[in-house]
């Protein structure tokens, strides 16, 4: 059974720095895409940045480009999410996921098929 459990959320002024991380266990993630995505109050769920199997791929929506980084440790599992410069826009539930299908590249979350339950960020002005 997959499970990815997130961490790292919080409160923070704007302009302050927060990582996350997701701890995956129950397969091999190293041929999968992983990502991060989020939801605000009222909003629809968006990709924040997703990365490849082998690192060498990432996306960034344009809202977070140059503030945040998307980084995986295949050997752990894990996939972080380095946030940088934030908003309060930028408040939100984080979301890890992941992809069923190997090998397949997307940056759409209506893609991925395994969810972690959140950790919220919050962004106060």
């Known amino acids: 059974q997959v499970q990815l459990v997130e961490s790292g959320g919080g409160l923070v002024q704007a302009g302050g720095s927060l990582r996350l991380s997701c701890a995956a266990s129950?397969?091999?993630?190293?041929?999968?895409?992983m990502g991060w995505f989020r939801q605000a109050p009222g909003k629809e769920r968006e990709s924040v940045a997703t990365?490849?199997?082998?690192?060498?791929?990432?996306y960034y929506t344009d809202s977070v480009k140059g503030r945040f980084t998307i980084s995986r440790d295949n050997a752990k599992n894990t996939v972080s999410l380095q946030m940088n410069s934030l908003k309060p826009e930028d408040t939100a539930v984080y979301y890890c996921?992941?992809?069923?299908?190997?090998?397949?590249?997307?940056?759409?979350?209506?893609?991925?098929?395994?969810w972690g339950k959140g950790t919220l960020v919050t962004v106060s002005s």
């Open positions: 990365i490849s199997w082998s690192g060498r791929t990432t």
């Open positions: 996921a992941t992809d069923r299908t190997p090998l397949h590249w997307t940056s759409n979350y209506r893609d991925m098929d395994y």
């Open positions: 129950g397969r091999a993630f190293s041929n999968y895409v």
